[in-house]
């Protein structure tokens, strides 16, 4: 090793902002005015690249425990939910809330109470104790719920759920106007003799019913109360409740489109349907609630369902908590509904002819 070199200690401690201010030949202060967001009127754009390829060069990045303890901030958010595990949508809601995270320098520590209360108020207790910087609570199915104790000690935002006492701000999807969206698929296809499969007396349900029976009473169509079908939310259900709606039924005294609950009714239908020996979209046109993922897709025919936004629930959600964050006020306890997109598949075609 020649004279001039610098020996790293065994184990090579990370760099500083002190070795970076070396390297680039500036201050410890202009250092830290590019990495604390301030550099922008004090330094040149030059010296601002020199200090960055010379921590790019050094591997260095700020410490956030230092920077978090400065700003009184841990650039960690806490998610709470209920049933992570056993959820279909949960991946997408997470990624949405970790993503948007993160493109803003945040972590987020997720913790999956199994809807246990007693582990919900302890989870909340724990993400105070490390300082996070704001919490949200995810329901994984769409749902009032109890607020646990001490989520009003910090800036939290509710995601797919809403709050018992209105305390708090909600994300959830527009499930009314999903409704009238799965209708007027129908409807534009010349589809007036309709029925509806599934669901029972939850929010979700109930919203969607009444967004459906909205577009059909503006086009002068009243549902019979025999083609409104309430047999819960699993694939039993849908070929149950197509079963009494559609076998030993003329073909022109049967519904010719089915708005089902969610996409495991519509299964149900579907199957239902080819004991039936009735074809789909030719004299029978489906559609869903969901686009479940690795299953609508892949019934016969690919299923057109109405998406709910549990990707854009985690972002919008997080974006709330983030905003409340850096202003230090958190948004009102309004409730924002995210409009649940049409994904066409195969499954609804034009009414059949008499």
């Known amino acids: 090793m020649g004279a001039g070199e610098e020996r790293q200690p065994a184990g090579s401690a990370r760099p500083t902002s002190r070795d970076v201010a070396r390297l680039a030949g500036v201050s410890h202060t202009a250092v830290s005015f590019v990495f604390n967001g301030r550099a922008e009127g004090n330094l040149s754009p030059a010296t601002q690249e020199r200090i960055r390829q010379a921590a790019a060069q050094l591997g260095y990045r700020p410490d956030p425990v230092a920077r978090g303890l400065r700003r009184r901030r841990t650039a960690v958010i806490g998610l709470v939910t209920d049933e992570i595990a056993s959820s279909p949508f949960a991946g997408r809601l997470l990624r949405g809330a970790m993503e948007t995270a993160w493109d803003s320098d945040h972590l987020v520590l997720t913790v999956d109470s199994g809807?246990?209360?007693?582990?919900?108020?302890?989870?909340?207790?724990?993400?105070?104790?490390?300082?996070v910087d704001g919490i949200i609570y995810a329901a994984m199915s769409l749902r009032r719920v109890r607020v646990p104790e001490g989520l009003h000690r910090t800036h939290s935002v509710l995601a797919n759920c809403l709050p018992e006492d209105d305390s708090l701000p909600a994300v959830i999807p527009a499930e009314r106007a999903g409704g009238r969206t799965a209708a007027r698929l129908l409807l534009e296809q010349g589809h007036r003799r309709v029925a509806h499969i599934g669901g029972l007396d939850d929010i979700a349900s109930v919203e969607r019913l009444r967004g459906f029976r909205d577009a059909l009473r503006a086009e002068g169509i009243t549902v019979p109360d025999e083609w409104v079908v309430r047999t819960g939310g699993e694939?039993?259900?849908?070929?149950?409740?197509?079963?009494?709606?559609?076998?030993?039924?003329?073909?022109?005294?049967?519904?010719?489109?089915i708005f089902s609950y969610n996409d495991r009714v519509a299964a149900g239908v579907l199957h239902?349907?080819?004991?039936?020996?009735?074809?789909?979209?030719?004299?029978?046109?489906?559609?869903?609630?969901?686009?479940?993922?690795?299953?609508?897709?892949?019934?016969t025919p690919p299923l057109t369902t109405v998406a709910l936004p549990h990707r854009a629930m985690g972002e919008v959600a997080t974006r709330l908590l983030l905003d409340a964050i850096d202003t230090g006020r958190t948004p009102p306890a309004t409730t924002r509904r995210l409009a649940c997109d049409v994904v066409t598949r195969s499954s609804v075609g034009p009414a059949p002819t008499p």
């Open 115 to 131: 809807g246990d209360p007693a582990k919900e108020d302890a989870a909340v207790a724990e993400l105070l104790d490390r300082r």
């Open 272 to 299: 239902a349907a080819t004991r039936l020996g009735i074809t789909v979209p030719g004299e029978l046109s489906v559609v869903g609630y969901d686009d479940q993922e690795h299953m609508a897709a892949f019934l």
């Open 235 to 257: 694939i039993s259900g849908g070929y149950e409740g197509a079963l009494r709606i559609l076998a030993d039924v003329p073909a022109d005294r049967r519904p010719t489109g």
